[in-house]
């Protein structure tokens, strides 16, 4: 168990004490929860093990990886395949570079524009810990067989391709065709 987190089956009851006979889609419910518990699950997991060993968080592993496969990328690329605001990646990348692990350049035609490649120690340290991700990666998996793994990336895939594909519209259909509002902190304007 995951600590500070019910056992799946304890929270399943208490879904299900709570919503009775609510009419809603248990089925889909049950799978986006799934979605969420399981990344959340599976990142705690490498934040505490293979990605703890080298100092690095998820997102900063994303970076490091995007950049690894992709060779030198502008930021907004960076930001996209990582599925992090420009923002983040602003303070992602200093850590990075700070480390000595990423560099930052501007763009040899645009200057507006920033460049994100790794160093030769960012490249030494992927190929170091690719592995040991990777190996962790079966961990996570090992009680699927290799169709049930295939077969569950499928599935993921015609997710995020759905969302990707149709989630603007479906967005601008539940607002309204408004602008949603900036995201709050959750904590109270001050008085």
């Known amino acids: 168990m995951v600590s500070g987190h019910r056992p799946i089956g304890d929270t399943e009851k208490a879904v299900q004490a709570k919503l009775g006979d609510t009419p809603v889609r248990r089925q889909q419910m049950a799978a986006v929860a799934g979605i969420y518990r399981a990344a959340a699950t599976v990142r705690q997991h490498f934040e505490n093990s293979v990605l703890r060993t080298v100092e690095l968080t998820w997102t900063s592993f994303v970076v490091l990886w995007v950049v690894w496969i992709r060779g030198e990328t502008e930021t907004r690329r960076v930001a996209e395949e990582a599925g992090i605001s420009k923002g983040t990646l602003t303070g992602v990348a200093r850590t990075l570079q700070g480390r000595g692990l990423l560099e930052r350049t501007t763009h040899p035609t645009d200057g507006r524009l920033a460049l994100l490649a790794l160093t030769p ?36 895939r015609r997710i995020v391709v759905q969302v990707e594909t149709h989630g603007e519209d479906r967005r601008l259909e539940l607002l309204g065709g408004q602008d949603p509002r900036p995201r709050r902190s959750g904590r109270r304007p001050k008085v």
């Open 121 to 156: 120690a960012g490249e030494t340290l992927m190929a170091q810990v690719f592995p040991q991700f990777n190996a962790e990666e079966s961990f996570v998996t090992g009680p699927l067989s290799d169709d049930e793994a295939l077969d569950l990336a499928d599935l993921l």
